[in-house]
């Protein structure tokens, strides 16, 4: 009888923890369909992020959902292997591509990643947008790690960037590695 009991409540605990990420997914499925996504969606909006996720949602200048997606990067007609994500109008709908080798970086990495993406209106290499893109992402991070400080923890390259990007934004050279930055994806 006991091992019955037993039984049961582990099932419902595991129903309970799938539920929970149905969940999750559901809440952002205007966004994106895929729970890794829907999961930094979540770290993003339980941090400093529910203005990006506003965003995100159809507050801003189309007035359309922006969708998220991982892409493979290799297959696109243009050049973008040197990019983690790129912002692009497709019919009419705004597209966040995440590039698909990340997919099994920590959703807690891909959260700031994509608060940055929602000022970009197009694939332009602008300075002032890529430092107020890369401002957002460092305080987004360091959000990120003041409620979930475990985050850092497994060194990843989405990590090791977004910790450059924090550095650099509390030396106050955002400018500099900004200016880095573009010059290594336009190449």
């Known amino acids: 009888m006991l091992k019955k009991v037993l039984v049961i409540f582990v099932c ?6 799938n539920a929970g990420a149905d969940d999750i997914k559901q809440r952002y499925a205007v966004i994106t369909h895929d729970k890794e996504i829907a999961k930094a969606l979540y770290i993003l909006e339980q941090t400093t992020g529910e203005k990006y996720i506003k965003v ?3 507050r801003n200048s189309s007035k359309q ?3 998220i997606q991982f892409r493979n990067f290799n297959t696109l007609s243009y050049d973008h292997h040197n990019l983690y ?3 692009k109008k497709e019919d009419e709908f705004w597209y ?3 590039n698909a080798e990340l997919i ?3 959703p807690a990495a891909l959260a700031p990643l994509i608060a ?6 197009d694939t332009n290499f602008q300075l002032d947008r890529k430092i107020a893109s890369a401002k957002i992402e460092a305080e987004v991070w360091t959000k990120v790690l003041q409620k979930y400080p475990d985050s850092a923890n497994g060194i990843s390259e989405l990590v090791n960037y977004e910790d450059e990007l924090k550095a650099a934004y509390e030396k106050g050279t955002l400018q500099d590695y900004a200016e880095w930055h573009i010059k290594v994806i336009q190449n």
Do not use: N, S, W
């Not at 419902?12 to 923890?17: G, I, R, S, Y």
């Not at 940055?116 to 209106?121: A, R, S």
């Open 12 to 17: 419902m605990l595991l129903f309970c923890a």
């Open 56 to 58: 995100l949602r159809g």
């Open 65 to 67: 959902p922006i969708k």
């Open 85 to 87: 994500a790129f912002v």
């Open 96 to 98: 966040i591509y995440i």
């Open 104 to 106: 099994d970086e920590p």
């Open 116 to 121: 940055g993406k929602t000022i970009h209106g």
